[in-house]
């Protein structure tokens, strides 16, 4: 279930609300939580393609967040691009 705050002021997807309410639970805000199996994603080499996918299909202990819609996973994609790898 995607939170309502998940929109900006002027409309625009907020994708730190997005990653905190679907990811930082496991991943930590900084990335690098890694509870139950998660991986680091400040060393993550992954495009923000294939992160989009995994958060779409799953990969290893993470399960698949299909309740998201196309937009809001690629602005966590992109998120985690800029916000979290290589930090």
């Avoid at 609300?17 to 930590?28: I, T």
């Amino acid at each position: 279930k995607e939170p309502v705050a998940a929109l900006n002021s002027d409309g625009t997807i907020n994708a730190e609300v997005l990653y905190k309410a679907n990811c930082e639970s496991c991943h930590g805000m900084d990335g690098k939580r890694n509870l139950a199996g998660a991986l680091d994603l400040s060393t993550s080499k992954l495009s923000v393609d294939s992160i989009d996918n995994i958060i779409h299909k799953g990969r290893g202990n993470m399960a698949k967040f299909d309740g998201l819609t196309p937009e809001n996973r690629n602005a966590i994609a992109k998120y985690v691009n800029d916000n979290i790898k290589a930090k």
